[in-house]
């Protein structure tokens, strides 16, 4: 077992569900992304640059997306309140 799927481990399964989603979500629309535990939390870097992060906390699941994860995922964030580095449903 990696570090990510560790991490994904400790928290109830409705939310491992969710962080599984994201990670396969992130995975299947990235194929040439790597996937790293970075910070702490899951990440994605794309070209040796960070593309995006993902973590829970106890009220919620954040997903970071830097400038390169905006630009790559743009249509599918437009639905979404974001802010500097974050998106938030």
């Known amino acids: 077992m ?10 109830p399964d409705n939310v491992q569900e969710i962080m599984q989603y994201i990670r396969n979500l992130t995975n299947n629309n990235t194929p040439n992304a790597d996937e790293l535990y970075a910070y702490g939390i899951p990440a994605y870097i ?13 009220n919620h699941i954040g997903f970071y997306a830097t400038p390169l994860g905006h630009r790559e ?6 639905k979404y309140k974001q802010g500097k580095g974050a998106v938030s449903a």
């Not at 794309?46 to 106890?58: G, H, I, N, R, S």
């Not at 995922?73 to 437009?78: A, G, I, K, R, T």
């Open 2 to 11: 990696n570090e990510i799927e560790t991490c994904i481990q400790q928290f």
């Open 73 to 78: 995922f743009q249509d599918e964030l437009s």
């Open 46 to 58: 794309l070209t040796q640059k960070p593309l995006v992060y993902f973590a829970a906390f106890k």
